[in-house]
């Protein structure tokens, strides 16, 4: 098989399991928002468990009339959604689903892996600027203040773990967690920090990763109450199905990476290579969707936070503790 073959065979199939995780997100977050709440959930659509009522709101979206306002820059507004899908989707082919299926293992992973991730910024000014509405100028607005505000601790947090693994390549980072961590020198110091450092960074990567979703109680930019729909206020159709896509691709995908980073990615002890090219996609999807049923209980139990509130938490106590991370696991690395 040919390199450019291959190539597109491993992005299809890498593809092929992410996109439709995103549908299977959706439908867990109708049915574990309804138990919370005492509902039934979708019940109709697909039979009784209501399985295909993802789909049955994808074909009702796409039915609806794509509208473009008067006021909008039309160009701008009808790319918008595509760049945020379009940033989300450049994340997969890069994160490992077993050791030798990825679509390309690149040695700056982590770094390409951050910097594409951020398009979905641009793809929200975008949508803000564009549609010419208030409420999407200030949408735009809040949610620039708040991904860039929060990108930080979430680029500061994976550092750490490129510090501790010793290279920025995902499969490397993964094969690094399969080691008995940093077994030379002290192992009485060593392992518990380890073990803590791996905390904070998680729970650091895991809250900023919630802001990047511009999810409850980090919905600020489309505030409901306050903003109509925010930077969504004007779209309709295809393009709103784009960017409703888009946060539970987001979700599937920042889950991806934090499993990656933090619980082992494809890896589970006591199985060799051999097993994990076949187990391996099913245990990162395993962890995805633990990662996701966490998103959806945020969602579904904090209030709202105000908008000085959220910037507080991001540059008074986020990115300090990420900065104290990263020099506490450069300490021990190099010390021991």
Same mark, same amino acid.
């Given at each position: 098989m040919s390199f450019s073959v291959e190539l597109l065979v491993k992005v299809v199939v890498v593809l092929g399991i992410a996109l439709p995780l995103a549908l299977v997100v959706i439908f867990g977050e109708l049915k574990v928002s309804a138990h919370m709440q005492s509902r039934i959930g979708p019940y109709f659509a697909g039979g009784r468990?209501?399985?295909?009522?993802?789909?049955?709101?994808?074909? $009702?979206?796409?039915?609806?009339?794509? /509208?473009?306002?008067?006021?909008?820059?039309?160009?701008?507004?009808k790319l918008a959604p595509y760049v945020v899908l379009m940033g989300t989707i450049g994340t997969f082919v890069i994160i490992p689903i077993g050791p030798d299926l990825?679509?390309?293992?690149?040695d700056l992973g982590l770094f390409y892996l951050l910097a594409v991730s951020s398009?979905?910024?641009?793809?929200?000014?975008?949508?803000?600027?564009?549609?010419?509405? $208030?409420?999407?100028?200030?949408?735009? /607005?809040r949610a620039g203040a708040q991904l860039i505000a929060y990108e930080l601790p979430l680029v500061l947090a994976a550092v750490a773990v490129a510090v501790q693994a010793g290279t920025l390549s995902l499969n490397g980072i993964v094969t690094a967690q399969a080691q008995p961590w940093f077994h030379i020198g002290d192992f009485s110091v060593t392992v518990p920090y380890v073990v803590s450092g791996q905390i904070v960074g998680f729970l650091i990567f895991?809250?900023?990763s919630v802001a990047e979703l511009s999810r409850i109680p980090f919905d600020m930019p489309i505030a409901e109450s306050e903003l109509t729909m925010g930077y969504l206020t004007e779209y309709s159709g295809i393009r709103f199905t784009m960017f409703f896509l888009g946060e539970y691709a987001g979700m599937v995908s920042l889950s991806a990476i934090a499993a990656t980073l933090y619980l082992g990615g494809y890896w589970l002890p006591g199985l060799g290579n051999d097993a994990l090219d076949w187990v391996g996609p099913l245990v990162v999807i395993g962890k995805v969707l633990l990662l996701s049923f966490v998103f959806i209980w945020f969602r579904w139990t904090f209030p709202r936070l105000r908008e000085d509130q959220l910037q507080?938490?991001?540059?008074?106590?986020?990115?300090?503790?990420a900065l104290v991370n990263i020099m506490a696991t450069a300490f021990f690395k190099v010390v021991f």
């Open positions: 468990w209501g399985w295909a009522q993802p789909l049955a709101d994808a074909v $009702k979206f796409m039915q609806k009339e794509d /509208l473009v306002p008067s006021a909008a820059d039309a160009q701008v507004y990825v679509s390309r293992n690149l398009l979905s910024t641009l793809g929200v000014l975008m949508a803000g600027w564009s549609s010419g509405n $208030k409420y999407s100028l200030i949408g735009g /607005l895991l809250t900023a507080s938490l991001a540059w008074k106590w986020l990115i300090p503790a």
